[in-house]
């Protein structure tokens, strides 16, 4: 059982794609641009600064690193398992994870945002339907990979067969 990618399907890997877009946005580039004032008695002063999206979402980081973790495992045994019924159990709980964690990011960013949004909110949403989207493309593809496939001999009906 060693890791095949020719049976990893389109779904898996957009939703492998996805999890690495995410995953970078969330720990390479800006999600938030704050501000912050000095206190009075003295002068005023303001800095700039951005934050990432692991340091910027305090509790949705959990969510998405499980999203993350679960979008590495449906590649990891979508590619090493010849039956399907572990890939379609984590395709379903990735699209599951995905959307969950894309609403609470919908809300989080555009609903009620700390700060002003940077690029990487808009690519780790972008990670996030890529997630979503990977694992319902993943769980309607039905079947095996080709080479997987048991070699059971089978007769059409009506075929006459030799004896």
Known sequence: MGFD????????????????????SMLLLPWYGLTRFSAPPGPRYIVSYSVDGWNGLTHLRWLMLLTILAAFA???FQATRRAPAIPVTLSLLVTVLG?????WLVYRDFISAAGSLKLGAIVGLL?????????WD???????????VPEIPTVSPGEQTAS
């Open 99 to 103: 959307v969950l964690s894309g609403l």
């Open 74 to 76: 449906l590649v990891f």
């Open 5 to 24: 990618t020719g049976r990893l399907r389109r779904g898996e890997w957009i939703v492998g794609s996805g999890g690495v877009v995410l995953l970078a």
């Open 127 to 135: 990670g996030l339907c890529l997630i979503a989207g990977g694992g």
């Open 138 to 148: 993943s769980l309607h593809q039905e079947g095996i990979a080709a080479k997987d």
